[in-house]
Every structure is written in structure tokens, then in C-alpha cells.
Nanobody, 129 residues
């Protein structure tokens, strides 16, 4: 089964940047979706960004409104590490960030955590003011 492992979190000042990595391993689907979610203390887990690939092609991408224009999801190539580049960070971005994966694609369910079968352990991002 798909295995995911996040890295790249840390402490950064307001306005700074970080790039998170989600290393993928195990059997991969030709068409699959990887999404980033985050959970701040006392809050529910929320969708951040997601992208579906089919072979070499990007099928669909979406971002949560508060990160549009600041965060970018990408990957090196098929069945490889997925990245979340985060720019202009602010205190509201402080959270535990998770990557999640599933085979196939459903644009209407991209932001639904319940649709993802595979999860990493999370990486902490802390933005200081």
C-alpha cells in the first residue's frame, strides 16, 4: 500500500518560507491524488492543497482560499516526492501538516479528509511573530 512520510517542518518568522516534502513509497497508482492538510491546536483538521496526477499529467489542483497565491503543491515526477512550497507565512499557518494519498481522483471530494486512505505522521510548522 502507499506509504507517505512528511519532512521539512520547522520554526520560521512571519513572512518567511518553508518547503514541506511528502516522500511516497510502496505500490503507486497511475492516477492518484495527494493532498496536504493541517491541524492547529484546538481546531479541526483542514484542507490546504491537493493535486491529482495521471501518469505525467496534472489532472486537477485546488487550494484552500487563505493559501492561494502563497502555497504551491508539486512533485519531481511520477511516483516521487510531493512538495508543498509555502511563502509569506503568518501565525495562522502554524499547525501540524499532514500529507494524505488515495488512488484515483474525485474533484468534488478533493478536500474531504475521509476520502484519503493513506496518511503520513505529520510535520510541525511554527510561525513566530
Amino acid at each position: 500500500q502507499m506509504q507517505l512520510a512528511e519532512s521539512g517542518g520547522g520554526l520560521v518568522e512571519t513572512g518567511g518560507s518553508l518547503t514541506l516534502s511528502c516522500a511516497t513509497s510502496g505500490p503507486m497508482f497511475n492516477t492518484y491524488t495527494i493532498a496536504w492538510f493541517r491541524q492547529a491546536p484546538g481546531k479541526e483538521r483542514e484542507f490546504v492543497a491537493g493535486r491529482c496526477w495521471s501518469g505525467d499529467n496534472v489532472v486537477y489542483t485546488d487550494y484552500e482560499d487563505s493559501v492561494k497565491g502563497r502555497f504551491t503543491i508539486s512533485r519531481d515526477g511520477p511516483q516521487s516526492t510531493v512538495y508543498l512550497q509555502m511563502l509569506s507565512l503568518n501565525a495562522e499557518d502554524t499547525a501540524l501538516y499532514y500529507c494524505a494519498g488515495r488512488g484515483g481522483f474525485d474533484s468534488s471530494q478533493l478536500s474531504a479528509a475521509s476520502q484519503y486512505n493513506f496518511w503520513g505522521q505529520g510535520t510541525q510548522v511554527t510561525v513566530s511573530s
